[in-house]
C-alpha cells in the first residue's frame, strides 16, 4: 500500500496537482466500505440483490443535487460545438469506457460527425475490451492522449474519474487547459484534485459501493446518468430534437429508416407513403422533409429555412427567432 500511495502522490504532483497529506489520508468516498453491506457475503440471493437496490436508489439523488453543475456544463458545451468545438471525453477504465460510449451513440442518434463527440480511453481500443488499468496511473499518457485528439481552445474537455485521483485524466485535463479547452470534471469524490482542475465539477456523493471500491457500480452508474444528461440536452439545445423526437438521426438500418418515417407520419400528419416519399426526395434527412412538409416547401428550399434557423425545426417551421 505505501508502494501505491508514494506512485499516487507522485503522480499527482506531476499532473501539477496540491493535495495535501492529511486529505489523502483520508481516503476517498469511493473506496471506502460500506457499512450497509459488511456481511453481504452471508445473505442470500434475494437479500444481495435488495441491498444492491437499496444503494442504487441513492444514485438518482445524488445526480438530482449536481443538476445546476450539469446546467452550467451542458451551456458550456453548446456554446462551444455552436462556434465549431467539440466535446471530448477523457478517461480509464470504467469511466473511459462510459466515455466512448457516450460519444459512440451521438453519429446515430443524432446525426452528429464523427469526430464532434470524441471518447479516449486510457490503453485505447484494446481497453474497451480487457483490463489495462495500469496505463491510468501515467499523466504524461493523459497529457499524449489530448495532443493527439487535437484539443484546442475551441474544446470542451471533459474528465471523467470516479476518484477524481487518476493521474492519466489529471494529465489530460491539465493539458486542456494550457490549450485553453474548456473543462469539466465527473467524479464522486469532494475534495479531489479532479475537482480543483477544472472549471466546472459535476460531483455526485453516491458514497461506498457494494463491493469496496468496485466504481463500476454506483459511480458508474452516476456517471452514465450524468453523461446521458450532457450529450441528450446539449444535442436538444442544438436543434437535434423536435418535440421529444430525435429528427436528426441518420437512418442507416431497417430499424432506424421504419422510426424515420413514423417521425415524418406522426409530426407532419401524413400517410406512410407520403412520409417515405418526402423522405426520399429529402435524402433520408428526417428534418429537411418535415420542414418540406409542415412548411410546405421543396427539398432545397427547406434546406436553406434550416440554413438560416441554425437546424432548428421549430425555427425553420415558424421563420422566427425561436431562443434555444
Not at 486542456?176 to 456523493?205: F, K, M, Q, Y
Amino acid at each position: 500500500m505505501g508502494d501505491y500511495r508514494a506512485g499516487l502522490c507522485s503522480a499527482i504532483e506531476k499532473a501539477g496537482v496540491d493535495l495535501d497529506d492529511e486529505l489523502f489520508l483520508a481516503g476517498s468516498l469511493t473506496e471506502s466500505r460500506n457499512p450497509a453491506t459488511m456481511d453481504i457475503d452471508t445473505k442470500s440471493t434475494l437479500e444481495i440483490l435488495e441491498l444492491i437496490n437499496a444503494e442504487d436508489a441513492r444514485v438518482i439523488g445524488a445526480v438530482r443535487a449536481e443538476l445546476p453543475n450539469i446546467a452550467r456544463a451542458v451551456d458550456v458545451v453548446v456554446e462551444r460545438l455552436s462556434h465549431g468545438g467539440r466535446l471530448i471525453y477523457m478517461g480509464a477504465g470504467t469511466s473511459g469506457r462510459l466515455g466512448v460510449l457516450d460519444a459512440a451513440e451521438c453519429p446515430p442518434t443524432y446525426n452528429t460527425p464523427p469526430d464532434l463527440v470524441r471518447g479516449v480511453i486510457a490503453g485505447g481500443v484494446p481497453a474497451l475490451y480487457s483490463s489495462i488499468e495500469g496505463l491510468e496511473d501515467v499523466p504524461a499518457l493523459g497529457e499524449a492522449a489530448i495532443m493527439e485528439a487535437g484539443a484546442s481552445n475551441r474544446d470542451v474537455v471533459v474528465g471523467l474519474a470516479a476518484s477524481g485521483r487518476t493521474p492519466f485524466v489529471l494529465g489530460a485535463v491539465k493539458k486542456a487547459r494550457e490549450l485553453g479547452a474548456a473543462t469539466i470534471g465527473v467524479t464522486c469524490n469532494r475534495p479531489s484534485p479532479l475537482v480543483e482542475l477544472v472549471d466546472i465539477a459535476i460531483v455526485p456523493r453516491v458514497g461506498p459501493e457494494v463491493v469496496a471500491g468496485s466504481t463500476r457500480m454506483k459511480a458508474g452508474t452516476a456517471q452514465k446518468l450524468v453523461l446521458n444528461m450532457i450529450s441528450t440536452a446539449s444535442m436538444i439545445r442544438l436543434g437535434k430534437v423536435y418535440s421529444n423526437l430525435m429528427v436528426d438521426l441518420k437512418p442507416t438500418n431497417t430499424k432506424l429508416r421504419a422510426r424515420a418515417r413514423r417521425m415524418i407520419q406522426i409530426v407532419a400528419g401524413v400517410s406512410a407513403e407520403e412520409a417515405a416519399r418526402a423522405l426520399k426526395e429529402a435524402d433520408d434527412e428526417v428534418k429537411v422533409a418535415l420542414v418540406m412538409l409542415l412548411g410546405h416547401t421543396d427539398a432545397h428550399q427547406a434546406r436553406e429555412r434550416l440554413r438560416q434557423a441554425q437546424g432548428v425545426v421549430r425555427r425553420a417551421i415558424s421563420g422566427r427567432n425561436v431562443k434555444r
